[in-house]
């Protein structure tokens, strides 16, 4: 009998199968209520003017402007932050929930000030990792709000955790880097009329993300010295010494800085590929941006054109990989071990990163409750990428990167039933290979990627779901559904 197209392919992918980045869960700080408090003040003659505010102009999505002094000795950054908020849910709202989650680590995000509509804003609730603002007025759909709040960041120590509970803290500095990752308040999105902020697990990534245009002003409070800075947005030089960062319609904004950081550069069309590597790494840095060029013009061919103008490629002093709009980080092991062949994870882990500026950062999920949207796809385009640069290493690929772990489990889990670091990594990311690599086999390659194009062309800018996904099984043969 025939069914729903969506239905049997959810049926497919459990049948097929029968981790960008949750730092450590530090202790919660204790929830805030902050007041202002009652004072007597004279009331204002009725003859003052009062000021207008000017209406600020609908815009397609968000944007973040950030003014930014950091001081890198001491490792804190003091930011003015002004987000442009437009209400795109279809509903008028009466309040915000904003991402601060900076302030799971105690004392590292301290709050100046919030103002909404020139005013100051005192009574908003801080719960861990979550700010709520309620509004004294409904912000109709498709109005833009303007929000400013001013606040620092005193950088914890980014001590690592064992791997096989935990994946490493990256946000925060080590002796030689420092990392600014999800280290700006940012509006949740809200879907169906609920904001999306779920809790932080051991492995895994929790956040969700709208899409949005990034402003960075970026000071350093002893030019004289400043480090070299890796960042998701293009570099523009100012006259009095401060570099602005700019890069649109994308999910976040992340930032590296060390003195130690060596550069290589290329350039595919006209986006500019950086590689920022230590010392006595040179070799593994030039193979990390090879392999990021290859896999960027492969992409580009069988998903669609990259969207930014810039990627960097940035070596992280700690044991793990993670991406960001136009940004993703490399394990340091990965460079130490690296053997001077493609066979190796430096390679196959280089492309699953830049495979995430497709499957994550052009499209993005639910990264908590859906992760195989993302993950599952950035693995398989691994393979996607051997069969157009190392044919000969195909076999091999499957053989060391997804079945010397046995992998076994549903494919579509949340992180939290992940039942731990390497059965959640073999269900969800290499079930998930196996899963469109069965899928391609069945419908063919012409299909396959005629699929994959209209997916990329239709959720671009989008936070879709697996229903979503599963909508574009038109390019699949009819007889594919058939049971």
């Excluded at 989650?101 to 609730?125: A, D, R």
């Excluded at 639910?366 to 990428?385: F, K, N």
């Amino acid at each position: 009998m025939r069914i729903k197209n969506i239905f049997l392919l959810i049926i497919i992918i459990f049948i097929t199968a029968c981790s960008n980045q949750t730092d450590e869960i530090p202790t919660a700080t204790e929830s805030i209520f902050l007041t202002l408090p009652v004072t007597d003040t004279p009331s204002l003659p009725t003859e003052t003017p009062q000021p207008t505010l000017t209406p600020v102009p609908a815009i397609q999505r968000a944007k973040y402007s950030l003014n930014v002094l950091m001081d890198y000795d001491a490792h804190a950054v003091n930011v003015d932050e002004t987000i442009l908020y437009p209400n795109l849910t279809g509903k008028q709202l009466n309040n915000l929930v904003i991402a601060i989650v900076p302030n799971l680590w105690q004392g590292s995000f301290n709050l100046t000030s919030v103002m909404i509509k020139g005013e100051t804003i005192t009574n908003y609730i801080i719960t861990n990792q979550r700010l709520d603002i309620p509004l004294s007025f409904f912000l109709a759909p498709n109005e833009t709000l303007e929000i400013k709040i001013q606040y620092s960041l005193a950088l914890p120590f980014a001590e690592q955790e064992d791997p096989s509970i935990s994946r490493p803290r990256i946000y925060g500095y080590t002796s030689r880097q420092i990392n600014l990752t999800n280290w700006y308040p940012f509006v949740v999105p809200n879907i169906n009329g609920e904001w999306i902020l779920h809790e932080p697990w051991y492995y895994g990534e929790h956040l969700v993300y709208d899409a949005a245009d990034y402003e960075v002003t970026l000071n350093f409070a002893d030019p004289a010295t400043a480090p070299i800075v890796a960042s998701s947005g293009v570099p523009e030089i100012q006259a009095d010494g401060s570099t602005i960062y700019k890069i649109n319609s994308a999910r976040t904004f992340a930032l590296s800085a060390s003195r130690d950081f060596q550069t290589s550069s290329t350039q595919v069309g006209d986006v500019t590929l950086t590689s920022y590597y230590f010392p006595f790494n040179e070799s593994a840095g030039q193979a990390a941006l090879q392999a990021t060029n290859e896999a960027l013009q492969i992409f580009s061919q069988r998903y669609g054109a990259y969207q930014h103008k810039s990627l960097a490629v940035v070596m992280g002093d700690f044991n793990d990989g993670m991406e960001f709009s136009a940004f993703y980080y490399l394990s340091k092991d990965f460079y130490n071990l690296y053997d001077g062949t493609p066979a190796n994870y430096l390679t196959f882990v280089a492309v699953h990163e830049t495979a995430h500026q497709w499957w994550f950062d052009q499209i993005s999920n639910d990264q908590a409750l859906q992760p195989w949207i993302d993950e599952a796809l950035a693995t398989y385009s691994e393979r996607i990428y051997y069969e157009n640069v190392h044919p000969d290493l195909v076999s091999w690929w499957w053989t060391y990167r997804i079945d010397f772990y046995k992998p076994e489990g549903f494919v579509d889990i949340p992180i939290y039933e992940g039942q731990g670091f390497r059965p959640y990594t073999n269900a969800v990311y290499f079930q998930g290979a196996k899963f469109l690599e069965n899928l391609r086999t069945r419908i063919g390659d012409e299909a396959f990627f005629a699929f994959i194009q209209d997916y990329v062309k239709q959720s671009n800018g989008k936070i879709i779901n697996a229903n979503d996904f599963f909508a574009f099984s038109k390019h699949t043969p009819r007889s594919i559904f058939q049971i």
